[in-house]
């Protein structure tokens, strides 16, 4: 029943900004905790950001805080992860994922997830 959909990603120069969209259907998107994650080549995937299923509350990671902001809207069942000041070292693939048990912060054990989006930070 849940699908996910991400989409947003692309080429942007050292500095510049993106959003990503995750499109989340089944279900009103308040119904789930959505995190965002990211995988660079050669490595696991890791955790980004998250906002829990009401919005009160969400979590960053050290290395994009103050850069990047998870937000959502609830008439689009859309969440997004605005990114801001992107360097090179965010050069990944970028996944969101849902989970309706756990509340935000929580990255142990998502329900569903999409098939991520291509984030390249180049010159």
């Known amino acids: 029943q849940l699908q996910l959909e991400e989409s947003g990603g692309g080429l942007v120069q050292p500095g510049g900004s993106l959003r990503l969209s995750c499109l989340v259907s089944?279900?009103?998107?308040?119904?789930?905790?959505v995190g965002w994650f990211r995988q660079f080549p050669g490595k696991e995937r890791e955790p980004v950001s998250c906002?829990?299923?009401?919005?009160?509350?969400?979590h960053y990671i050290d290395s994009v805080k103050g850069r990047f902001t998870i937000s959502k809207d609830r008439s689009k069942n859309t969440v997004y992860l605005h990114m801001n000041s992107l360097s090179v070292e965010d050069t990944a693939v970028y996944f969101c994922?849902?989970?309706?048990?756990?509340?935000?912060?929580?990255?142990?054990?998502?329900?569903?997830w999409g098939k991520g989006t291509l984030v390249t930070v180049s010159s």
């Open positions: 994922a849902a989970d309706s048990l756990h509340r935000c912060p929580y990255y142990n054990e998502m329900e569903g």
């Open positions: 089944g279900k009103p998107v308040d119904y789930w905790n």
């Open positions: 906002i829990s299923s009401d919005g009160g509350s969400t």
